[in-house]
T-cell receptor, first 113, second 113 residues
Framework: DAGVIQSPRHEVTEMGQEVTLRCKPISGHNSLFWYRQTMMRGLELLIYFNNNVPIDDSGMPEDRFSAKMPNASFSTLKIQPSEPRDSAVYFC???????????FGQGTRLTVV | AQSVTQPDIHITVSEGASLELRCNYSYGATPYLFWYVQSPGQGLQLLLKYFSGDTLVQGIKGFEAEFKRSQSSFNLRKPSVHWSDAAEYFCAVGGSSNYQLIWGAGTKLIIKP
């Protein structure tokens, strides 16, 4: 398996634009996590899916953020409209269960100017 | 309150020297403990984990960690570091009924030649 695949690796966008981050989890994993990493706040869990269903989205900063998982092999994180303070590295991770090893993608470095 | 403290933001050690990275946690239930490593520009990779049993846990890349319940600690050790160990190391705690990991702020390991 190729591991968790995220795209794009880097994204630079202007404030106000819509940004969509993509994630393909490892086949057979039924848990998927979106994290945001910044110097100031460290790693923050944004949302957790189990069997494609959002279980906890309390970490999503505000309504500008939304996440979907239409099937077991694909998830998106959308920011609309984007703001400079959204600049961060966004990680997707998948696992076979909530407290098993989480496999992380390489992340998407988002810069909003 | 649930928390993970990694008291050292940076640690510098000489290549070939021994290493210990500290991790203290506060958690209201039986903890599941993890150490992850993040190389520059990469996602996080699991080094080792402790759920139960032997309190000395062996991981990948020659790392080990010891769970000490009385001290609420889960320190990471390596007898002899290599230049390739330069990275950021994260300690995390979770529980059997809680999918959300509590993450430490990370310790950046610098290797002197």
């Amino acid at each position: 398996d190729a591991g968790v695949i995220q795209s794009p690796r880097h994204e630079v966008t202007e404030m106000g634009q819509e940004v969509t981050l993509r994630c393909k989890p490892i086949s057979g994993h039924n848990s998927l996590f979106w994290y945001r990493q910044t110097m100031m706040r460290g790693l923050e869990l944004l949302i957790y899916f189990n069997n494609n269903v959002p279980i906890d989205d309390s970490g999503m900063p505000e309504d500008r953020f939304s996440a979907k998982m239409p099937n077991a092999s694909f998830s998106t994180l959308k920011i609309q409209p984007s703001e400079p303070r959204d600049s961060a590295v966004y990680f997707c991770a998948s696992s076979t269960g909530p407290n098993t090893e989480a496999f992380f993608g390489q992340g998407t470095r988002l810069t909003v100017v | 309150a649930q928390s993970v403290t990694q008291p050292d933001i940076h640690i510098t050690v000489s290549e070939g020297a021994s290493l210990e990275l500290r991790c203290n946690y506060s958690y209201g239930a039986t903890p599941y403990l993890f150490w992850y490593v993040q190389s520059p520009g990469q996602g996080l990779q699991l080094l080792l984990k402790y759920f139960s049993g032997d309190t000395l846990v062996q991981g990948i890349k020659g790392f080990e960690a010891e769970f000490k319940r009385s001290q609420s600690s889960f320190n990471l050790r390596k007898p002899s570091v290599h230049w390739s160990d330069a990275a950021e190391y994260f300690c995390a705690v979770g529980g059997s009924s809680n999918y959300q990991l509590i993450w430490g702020a990370g310790t950046k390991l610098i290797i002197k030649p």
